[in-house]
């Protein structure tokens, strides 16, 4: 059982990508699925997560309004879109699984996707 993700990449400050999250075959149903992202020297942070339930949804302050996350129960994927880059958003980002709410809170994510890298340049 693994989540893999995908979509990282260079943007200039700006510019939009789109990462992809897609749990193995057979994974069973995921309660909560987020996305963290880690900058060099800094500690891993909460960027956006999604319950199965449509439309319970949860961002952090620095991304609300750009970063839209979205996910497919029957699939077990989560994307997560990213618009108005900034430098700042630089960072490896990491797909995650929860079975618990609190989605915010690091303490409780099982599994963890092998991070995508995603650049913004100035």
């Known amino acids: 059982v693994q989540l893999q993700a995908s979509g990282g990449g260079l943007v200039q400050a700006g510019g939009s990508l789109r990462l992809s999250c897609a749990a193995s075959?057979?994974?069973?149903?995921?309660?909560?699925m987020g996305w963290f992202r880690q900058a060099p020297g800094k500690e891993r942070e909460f960027v956006a997560a999604a319950s199965w339930r449509p439309g319970s949804v949860s961002y952090a302050d620095s991304v609300k309004g750009r970063f839209r996350i979205s996910r497919d129960n029957a699939k077990n994927t989560v994307s997560l879109q990213m618009n108005s880059l900034k430098p700042d958003d630089t960072a490896i980002y990491y797909c995650?699984?929860?079975?618990?709410?609190?989605?915010?809170?690091?303490?409780?994510?099982?599994?963890w996707g092998q991070g995508t890298l995603v650049t913004v340049s100035s």
């Open positions: 075959e057979g994974t069973r149903s995921i309660y909560t």
């Open positions: 995650a699984a929860k079975d618990t709410q609190s989605p915010q809170i690091i303490n409780g994510y099982y599994l």
